[in-house]
Structure formats: C-alpha cells, structure tokens
C-alpha cells in the first residue's frame, strides 16, 4: 500500500530549478515531519533535507543554500524546492514520513517511503 506519492522530477539543465512534491496519506499518523532522500547510481540513498512539527530544517552540506524544504499541513502535502541544479544532483529522490528519532537524514530514522521520482541534470 502506498502512503506517500512523490511528483515533480524531471530532466533539466545545469543552473535550473524543480520542485518536488510528497502527497500523504491519511493512514500516515504524523505528518508533522518529513524527509527527503536522493538516491544515485552507485550510491546508497542520502539524507537530503528534513523538517520537523517546528518548522526547522536541516540540510545536508551539499544542498544547502540551494534547496529548501517545506510543507502545507492543510493539504498533507510537503515540497522540496531545488535551485541552482548541478548534474551532481542527478538522483531517484524519495519523501519519508513517520519519524522514529535520531539523526533526521539518516535512513533509518524514518517508516515509511515514498516510491521516488527521478530527477536528472544535464551540464
């Protein structure tokens, strides 16, 4: 069963923009924190942004500056808008939901997934 929808990825050039969207659904009990994570060829999936039931984000260095989490609560829906795109941000990107405590961009610290969306940067 499928309880977060990512949308919004696509192929842009270098210096562009996307925004990245993560529907959840009501069977997710707190929807007050979220995650994103990015997973590339070769690599194993990264912490890219998070924000908590505060409203305070953290970001990994690499994105910082650059890309910005947020979320509209009425509409279950949370967002990470990516600027300034580099081919290095080449990935599958996936939303997480259900925070279990511990470092917020780290795999594990999350239940639930999303089944990605791609997002690809040509130079």
């Known amino acids: 069963q499928v309880h977060l929808v990512e949308s919004g990825g696509g192929s842009v050039q270098a210096g562009g923009s996307l925004r990245l969207s993560c529907a959840v659904s009501e069977y ?20 890219v942004a998070s924000i908590d039931s505060d409203g305070d984000s953290s970001y990994a260095s690499s994105v910082k500056g650059r890309f910005t989490i947020s979320q509209d609560n009425a509409k279950n829906t949370g967002y990470l808008e990516m600027n300034n795109l580099k081919p290095e941000d080449t990935a599958m990107y996936y939303c997480a939901a259900e925070f279990r405590g511990g470092n917020r961009l780290e795999r594990g610290s999350w239940s639930y997934w999303g089944q990605g969306t791609q997002v690809t940067v040509s130079s």
């Open 28 to 47: 997710i009990a707190d929807k007050t924190c979220m995650g994103w994570f990015r997973e590339s060829t070769g690599k194993e999936r990264e912490g």
